[in-house]
Antibody, heavy 123, light 107 residues
Framework: EVQLVESGGGLVQPGGSLRLSCAAS????????MSWVRQAPGKGLEWVAN????????YYVDSVKGRFTISRDNAKNSLFLQVNSLTTEDTGVYYC????????????????WGQGSLVTVSS | DIQMTQSPSSLSASVGDRVTITCRAS??????LAWFQQKPGKAPKSLIY???SLQSGVPSKFSGSGSGTDFTLTISSLQPEDFASYYC?????????FGGGTRVEVK
């Protein structure tokens, strides 16, 4: 059974930092692109970042470029999101999601999601 | 960036109704379109990818169609467990973008 379990969220002051983690199990982690998606309270979904299987390619939404860093440790089946210089607009639930790509390199969209980790930025 | 516009933003329906939600992309995205269901306080659930392919385990009452810029999600016979919010998302180009969501409520 595929499982994605996020951790590391919490209350942080504006300008602060956090490191979110996502522990993956039930599949061969290093075969998959992985993603972070967030959702502000009462709002819709917003894609944040993607990372290739070997970490060689990373993509970010403009609003987090230079502040957030996606990374992974394939030996530990773990995905990370380092979030720095936080503002109140970064408040929300952060989900990790699996992003499969076909053998021909065609993306197939998110298939599995974690339960989310809440980040609250407030003074 | 590719803008995804969903309509309606909310709808009221009854159990047994056929429900259709539309999603329009601001430029052609071929069939790189997914649909998700989300219930309050829960993580999104993936329903459809490649515009019309059901994710594993998703019941056949859900169907998707479209290509290019116009897409639809249809629920053939609404059941109590289907009252939720639904989102479309394009993965044709970065940044990946979601529609604003459609809330399906009890009539």
């Amino acid at each position: 059974e595929v499982q994605l379990v996020e951790s590391g969220g919490g209350l942080v002051q504006p300008g602060g930092s956090l490191r979110l983690s996502c522990a993956a199990s039930g599949f061969t982690f290093n075969n998959y692109w992985m993603s972070w998606v967030r959702q502000a309270p009462g709002k819709g979904l917003e894609w944040v970042a993607n990372i290739k299987q070997d970490g060689s390619e990373k993509y970010y939404v403009d609003s987090v470029k230079g502040r957030f860093t996606i990374s992974r440790d394939n030996a530990k089946n773990s995905l990370f999101l380092q979030v720095n210089s936080l503002t109140t607009e970064d408040t929300g639930v952060y989900y990790c999601a699996r992003f499969p790509v076909s053998d021909y390199g065609q993306p197939l969209g998110f298939d599995y999601w974690g339960q989310g980790s809440l980040v609250t930025v407030s003074s | 960036d590719i803008q995804m516009t969903q309509s309606p933003s909310s709808l009221s329906a009854s159990v047994g109704d056929r429900v259709t939600i539309t999603c329009r992309a601001s430029q052609g995205i071929s069939n790189y379109l997914a649909w998700f269901q989300q219930k309050p306080g829960k993580a999104p659930k993936s329903l459809i990818y490649a515009a019309s392919s059901l994710q594993s385990g998703v019941p056949s009452k859900f169907s998707g169609s479209g290509s290019g810029t116009d897409f639809t999600l249809t629920i053939s016979s609404l059941q109590p467990e289907d009252f939720a919010s639904y989102y479309c998302q394009q993965y044709y180009a970065y940044p990946l973008t979601f529609g604003g969501g459609t809330r399906v409520e009890v009539k």
